[in-house]
Nanobody, 124 residues
Framework: QVQLQESGPGLVKPSQTLSLTCTVSGGSITTNYLYWSWIRQPPGKGLEWMGSIAWSGSTYYSPSLKSRTSISRDTSKNQFTLQLSSVTPEDTAVYYC????????????????WGQGTQVTVSS
């Protein structure tokens, strides 16, 4: 059973960079044909796919967030990381990491495993 766990600060100041790490156990982030994704859900809104890093290390980003988003990985630790720069209060959300076999997943059902999510609030 693959397990994912998000970690990072719960409070970030406006204009700073949000950084979250997803630690994966029970599976490898280099397993062929798996994509490791970041998804968020702002309060009162739906889920938003932010981007993914593939088993190969290739990255894919949502066009609306691409200019502010970076996803990287540490294969020795079996972790992948999200960085979102120049945050505003609109970036307040529950952030999830998850895994899928699709490059551009469109629905909750297209993910295989999810982390429990972590609340991030952007406020001064």
């Amino acid at each position: 059973q693959v397990q994912l766990q998000e970690s990072g600060p719960g409070l970030v100041k406006p204009s700073q960079t949000l950084s979250l790490t997803c630690t994966v156990s029970g599976g490898s982030i280099t397993t062929n044909y798996l994509y490791w994704s970041w998804i968020r859900q702002p309060p009162g809104k739906g889920l938003e796919w932010m981007g993914s890093i593939a088993w190969s290390g290739s990255t894919y980003y949502s066009p609306s967030l691409k200019s502010r988003t970076s996803i990287s990985r540490d294969t020795s630790k079996n972790q992948f990381t999200l960085q979102l720069s120049s945050v505003t209060p609109e970036d307040t959300a529950v952030y999830y990491c998850a895994t899928t076999t699709l490059v551009f997943p469109r629905s909750v059902n297209e993910y295989l495993y999810w982390g429990q999510g972590t609340q991030v609030t952007v406020s001064s």
